[in-house]
């Protein structure tokens, strides 16, 4: 049997951080903001509240129904850990009751989620007796933001993704994922202080703890790389993008997503964007968009997806798959 998404849920921290905030620390117009981003506002998780907090507000929603013995595996995509060591994982983990199962964490940056759903997905086909592998994507890019840099604060928020994976009837689920990574690239997006590289003993400008990022850079990257590996997902599942009913990109911003959109040759109508309300919320943002698509139009029985995703390193992925 194939496997394929059961169900999601998402999670929002409640402070809603508008243009007109931005613009008090960045200088930055909410007219600059708004024509350059399409974003109206983000969401910023309160002081004291971690990533591994909003993995747990979008797993317990997602988790309701369903008993802790029912998950075999634990993926969380972060680019914003709790801390160094061990993985955000084991503490999602533990606060969910999810005992003696494996848990780890990915780190692609934005396009954390794709990976974390593509090892799901290996997982579940390796271990035939697994019935369910949860993965979320969950960052707080609050925290890394130097928030005088109107070209980075303006886009990021706070957010979570939770996704269900398992076992579903042939025809439906995942047919095909395709990953890409450009270490070459790597300056594009970056948190330089911290790391075995540069210790945050030894650093002398707090500035190298914040997130910097080459903007025009990402976005002809995006442009050349998103395409091509959804192109290359569509091809080894035997579909075109006229067979697409819905399009999940990554919510870098609403002029990325119509940008990746018209790349494709994808109508603007089956184009999910939450990049308005929630800004860029990293390896949270797919499975978060996919959430609030879902409840704004509920997925039908047989719905063609694709999701795609571009994020530091540089990475790419797509997936394209059936609903069930």
């Known amino acids: 049997m194939p496997n394929g998404i059961l169900r ?12 007109e905030q931005i613009g008090a620390w960045s200088g930055a117009s909410e007219q600059w903001i708004e024509e350059r981003t399409g ?58 009751g999810l ?20 090892l799901a997905d290996a ?12 993965v979320i994507g969950c960052d707080t890019y609050s925290t890394i933001m130097d928030r005088t840099d109107r070209r980075t604060v303006s886009l990021f928020g706070d957010g979570a993704g939770a996704a ?33 590289r540069r210790p945050a003993a030894t650093l002398e400008d707090p500035g190298e703890h914040f997130f910097r990022m080459n903007g025009r ?10 395409p091509k590996v959804a192109h290359q997902a569509l091809d080894e599942a035997g579909l075109s993008v006229d067979d697409i009913d819905r399009a999940v990109f990554h919510q870098g911003n609403l002029r990325l997503v119509h940008a ?4 494709l040759g994808i109508d603007r109508a089956k184009l999910a964007c939450t990049a308005q309300r929630y800004g860029n919320t990293a390896a949270a943002s797919i499975p978060l968009t996919l959430t609030e698509s879902h409840r704004s139009r509920p997925l039908a029985r047989g719905e063609r997806i694709l999701l795609a995703s571009v994020g530091g390193g540089m990475t790419a992925g797509a997936s394209v798959m059936t609903w069930y």
Request: proline share 5%; hydrophobic share 45%; glycine share 10%.
């Open 99 to 118: 005992t003696e199962i494996p848990a780890f964490d990915v780190n692609a940056v934005c396009s954390g989620f794709l990976y974390g759903l593509d």
């Open 123 to 134: 997982l579940l086909c390796a271990h035939r007796t697994w019935r369910r592998v949860l």
């Open 260 to 263: 990746l959109g018209d790349a």
């Open 164 to 196: 269900l994976v398992g076992r579903v009837p042939d025809g439906y689920g995942i047919h095909a994922t395709a990953l890409t990574a450009d270490g070459t690239t790597s300056d594009h997006v970056r948190v330089e202080g911290g790391g075995s």
């Open 217 to 226: 850079a990402v976005k002809e990257w995006a442009l050349q790389h998103v």
């Open 39 to 96: 974003i109206l506002e983000r969401r910023y998780a309160p002081k004291g509240v971690s990533t591994s907090d909003l993995a747990v507000g979008a797993a317990t929603r997602l988790l309701a129904e369903t008993t802790a013995g029912d998950v075999d595996a634990l993926v969380v995509a972060t680019s914003t850990p709790d801390q160094p060591q061990p993985a955000t994982a084991v503490f999602v983990q533990a606060r969910l």
């Open 8 to 19: 999601t849920a998402g999670y929002v921290p409640p402070n809603v951080v508008a243009n």
